[in-house]
């Protein structure tokens, strides 16, 4: 293998797994305040992209015209929906459940993952839909290796907003509400934090981050399937789970690692292997690491 | 009105498909005032006429109507007015399978069908032990004439020889020494791609290497990068969409400038939606739409005028089929099984509207045809190579 191939392996690794890392986000934010694995996040990075088709089918020639501001508006708008989706799913599958064994809501976050999956294959049919060209295909040379503008944006774009995320958590008065919240959950109320009100803006905030990486992952390969959300949930699990579920730069730090790590599989194995390629670091990483690559920075839990 | 007459004579048993029976008497065929004293010809025929692929079937139906009307306005053949008995499969193997019930009980002397190849495979096992003689106009699964059965023939091509086309393609048209085979791991994808490798070899080509895709994968951007790395001449998959129109798209992002060639699986509209402008300037290869062969012009102008529409991908086949059984029971002067498997099995040359005919010792159509297409930049494909010009 070449240095130019390994360099270019890498980079394909660094773009997929920053998409990874954002799904990420939303399953270590929720585990750290609530201890809740939320599998109900693969759904609303499939959701996020169908709403993203969705915008763009609503822009009509408007997003034909201008392409950015088209993909911009389609981030927006399905950010937020899917995070008005999240507070709709904590609200109905979660709250309620909140004082249940720790079991009880996680076969609920799978039920709410198979249903949000069924309802998309429903509306939308088996079919794949598929996203517009929203920057050039032409790819760029640069030095050894080659991107499409596309893969730039989603990696600058992705890094960015976990950049923003970790701030939020780490400087704003509701950042800090979150970090008490995961710290103790119960002597949180008692310094005057409004638990529910937290862990509503904690679900809407991942589902957001979900919906984004969603966008991202239509406007780069262009299509989107309704069974996208099993195979990108469990890959952003495997991240999450990897950085070290409940730290957020963890979610970061996973991602770009799953990202590179099967981005390489396929170099030592045939292709086919790259997804038990992933699954296969979930399990060791269970085995040998469980509190992952960073999970030790316990005080940094969100 | 088919429903209704099916359910009086039908056993309970029957009731369940009784529903999808639409007997198709042709012309004078089953009128008592026939002037012919011998039995009629019973052929029947099944193909999709509801659901998802009806489009394709009812053309084949409408491909045989035309040839059985031709025929039965000569006066039948060998004295024998042509009857059709037609059944709607549903592209679903259990109704298809009770077709193939439905054509043993109703003792018709020859099977027109079946469409999908994996009612065919199973259907023929069932018309084998009656020894009713079928052949399929559009079923390209390689299985289907390689269970031993004498009574299976097949007018179109099969999955592998699609590979051979694209290897010639590969090395006589465009000159390429060196390929990289992708198949997506399912019997068909697997099929053509593996024949494309053995054929691009023994021309004198390489492959550098042949992989397995997962069918349902996304993200290709590792296997092209090492693919970049080999620098190969042409790329081929074997497979469908939209894996091929991600791939060709990842290839050029990758900065893959390299020929991209797929198969009938890919050609379509999807190719272009998932694959973008990448698609455009790929090649696939497919069996040919009954518009684009010089031999079919005068059936498609008559399809066209009695129907209104365009006849699809494999009514010609279809009407190559019904012609070619009526001269075999002509030459024979018999409608017997026997007689018919027997004279198919001999056929020489036979001219048909998609080309020439002849069988394999399993039933092949030695020289079935098969055409490179181009993807234009609307989308749509067209005939960029015919092997038999």
């Not at chain 1, 070290?244 to 045939?270: C, D, E, Q, R």
């Not at chain 2, 193939?100 to 020859?110: C, E, I, P, T």
């Not at chain 2, 099969?158 to 090395?171: I, L, M, R, S």
């Not at chain 2, 998932?274 to 009954?290: D, R």
Request: aromatic share 8%.
């Amino acid at each position: 293998m070449s240095p130019s191939e390994i360099l270019q392996q890498i980079v394909n690794g660094l773009v997929v797994g920053s998409v990874y890392g954002l799904i990420a986000l939303g399953y270590t934010m929720v585990y750290g305040i609530i201890r809740l694995i939320n599998f109900a996040q693969g759904a609303l990075y499939e959701l996020g992209a169908y709403l993203g088709v969705a915008v763009f089918g609503l822009l009509g020639t408007f997003a034909t015209r201008n392409p950015i501001l088209g993909l911009v508006v389609a981030v927006i708008c399905s950010a937020l929906a899917t995070a008005a989706g999240a507070y709709l799913v904590e609200r109905v599958a979660y709250r309620p459940l909140r004082s249940a064994p720790p079991l009880t809501p996680l076969v609920s976050s799978l039920a709410v993952f198979f249903l949000v999956i069924s309802i998309i294959q429903v509306v939308t049919g088996a079919q794949p839909l598929t996203y517009p060209q929203v920057l050039s295909p032409r790819p760029w040379n640069l030095g050894p290796v080659t991107l499409t503008p596309t893969e730039v944006m989603i990696a600058v774009v992705a890094i960015a907003l976990m950049v923003a995320v970790n701030f939020y958590v780490q400087h704003t008065k509701t950042g800090r509400a979150m970090r008490a919240i995961a710290a103790n959950t119960r002597s949180a109320p008692l310094m005057g934090i409004n638990t529910t009100r937290i862990v509503t803006i904690t679900f809407m905030l991942g589902g957001a981050m979900a919906a984004v990486a969603g966008v991202l992952f239509g406007i780069n390969y262009g299509t989107v399937t309704y069974n996208m959300g099993e195979f990108g949930g469990l890959v952003a699990f495997t991240a999450a789970v990897l950085g070290g579920i409940g730290n957020v730069p963890g979610a970061l730090v996973g991602g770009l690692t799953v990202g590179v790590f099967s981005s390489f599989a396929t170099v030592v194995l045939p292709n086919q292997w790259q997804e038990a390629v992933v699954f296969g670091i979930l399990i060791a990483v269970l085995a040998f690491r469980p509190q992952g690559i960073l999970g030790e920075r316990v005080a940094d839990r969100a | 009105m088919g429903g209704l007459l099916g359910r009086a004579l039908r056993p309970l048993s029957m009731v369940a498909s009784a529903g999808v029976l639409a007997l198709v008497v042709a012309a004078c065929g089953g009128s008592p005032s026939s002037s012919t004293s011998k039995s009629p010809f019973v052929v029947g025929f099944a193909n999709p006429l509801t659901g998802s692929e009806a489009t394709y079937g009812v053309s084949d139906l409408n491909a045989v109507n035309m040839a059985v009307e031709a025929l039965n306005a000569q006066g039948g053949v060998a004295g024998h007015k042509i009857q059709l008995i037609s059944c709607d499969t549903k592209a679903d193997p259990a109704t298809g399978i009770a077709c193939a019930h439905l054509f043993v009980s109703d003792k018709v002397n020859a099977v027109i069908g079946f469409f999908n190849s994996d009612i065919s495979i199973p259907a023929s096992g069932i018309l084998n032990q009656a020894g009713i003689p079928m052949v399929s106009g559009a079923s390209t699964n390689p299985q289907l004439t390689l269970q031993g059965f004498k009574n299976v023939f097949r007018v179109c091509g099969t999955d592998n020889f699609q590979g051979q086309v694209e290897a010639e393609f590969a090395y006589k048209v465009l000159h390429v020494r060196t390929a990289v085979a992708i198949n997506d791991e399912e019997t068909y994808g697997q099929g053509v791609s593996q024949y494309f490798a053995q054929n691009f070899t023994k021309l004198g080509g390489r492959v550098l290497s042949s992989q397995g895709v997962n069918a349902s994968a996304t993200d290709f951007s590792s296997l092209l990068t090492q693919i970049k790395g080999l620098n190969p001449g042409i790329i081929q998959f074997g497979g469908f969409n939209p894996a091929a129109g991600l791939l060709v798209k990842q290839a050029r992002s990758l900065g893959i400038t390299a020929p991209f060639i797929s198969d009938d699986g890919t050609i379509g509209p999807l190719f272009y939606q998932t694959g973008g402008s990448a698609t455009v300037g790929a090649y696939l290869s497919s069996e040919p739409a009954p518009q684009d062969l010089a031999t079919s012009r005068t059936f498609v102008s008559d399809y066209v005028k009695k129907y209104g529409n365009q006849p699809t991908e494999f009514a010609g086949y279809n009407y190559d089929v019904m012609e070619l059984l009526g001269h075999v029971v002509q030459t024979e002067g018999s409608t017997s099984a026997a007689a018919i498997i027997k004279g198919l099995a001999a056929t020489h040359d036979y001219k048909g509207i998609t080309g020439v005919i002849n069988f394999d010792s399993v039933g092949n159509n030695i020289t079935p045809q098969y055409l490179i297409y181009k993807v234009q930049p609307d989308g749509s494909s067209t005939v960029y190579w015919n092997p038999n010009a």
